[in-house]
Structure formats: structure tokens, C-alpha cells
Nanobody
Framework: QVQVVESGGGLVQAGGSLRLSCAVS????????MRWYRQAPGKQRELVAT???????NYADSVKGRFSISRENAENTVYLQMNNLKPEDTAVYYC????????WGQGTQVTVSS
């Protein structure tokens, strides 16, 4: 059974940084695309960043230049380095990974105070 567990969220002041981690276990097949999404209160879940198995990345316009996604294939882990955080980055951040199916984590709360 595949498990996806996020960590690293917390409370930070505007301008600060956080690093989120997402660890995948129990997978029998190669992890292909790994993504970070976020959902703010009252809003739809939105895609933040994507990284392919080959390391290609893509970002939402709102986080370009501030966030960086990376992965450690040997450890089945994906990271999201978030710098220069803004109050509008406040949300629950979710990890989504694709093997032969898609799997979500439970989310980790990021709160940015002004």
C-alpha cells in the first residue's frame, strides 16, 4: 500500500522560508511525476510545482522565482523549498505522486503572517 507523507509546514513571518518534504513508501512501481498542490480556505486546490522523473520542473506563475521543487529518487522523496514567503502563500500543501496510479498525502499546513 502506497503511503505519501508530507512534513515541514509551520508558521513563518512574511519574507521567511520553509522546506516541505514528501516521503513515499510502499510503492512497487517507479514514481514518475511528483507535484505539490495547495489549497487555501475557501479556494480550489491549485497546482504549485511539478517535477518529472527526469528532473524537468514547472511552476505556477505566483511562485516562480521563490519556490523550488526537487526530488531524491533513491529515497522516493520530493521537496519544496519556499523562499520569500507571502501571506497569500498560506494554505494546506499537498503532495501528489504518480506511479501507475495517483496518490495524495494528507497535507501540511503553511501559515505566513504579515
Amino acid at each position: 500500500q502506497v503511503q505519501v507523507v508530507e512534513s515541514g509546514g509551520g508558521l513563518v513571518q512574511a519574507g521567511g522560508s520553509l522546506r516541505l518534504s514528501c516521503a513515499v513508501s510502499g510503492n512497487r512501481f517507479t514514481i514518475n511525476t511528483m507535484r505539490w498542490y495547495r489549497q487555501a480556505p475557501g479556494k480550489q486546490r491549485e497546482l504549485v510545482a511539478t517535477i518529472t522523473k527526469g528532473g524537468s520542473t514547472n511552476y505556477a506563475d505566483s511562485v516562480k522565482g521563490r519556490f523550488s521543487i526537487s526530488r531524491e529518487n533513491a529515497e522516493n522523496t520530493v521537496y519544496l523549498q519556499m523562499n520569500n514567503l507571502k501571506p497569500e502563500d498560506t494554505a494546506v500543501y499537498y503532495c501528489h505522486v504518480i506511479t501507475i496510479d495517483g496518490y495524495w498525502g494528507q497535507g501540511t499546513q503553511v501559515t505566513v503572517s504579515s
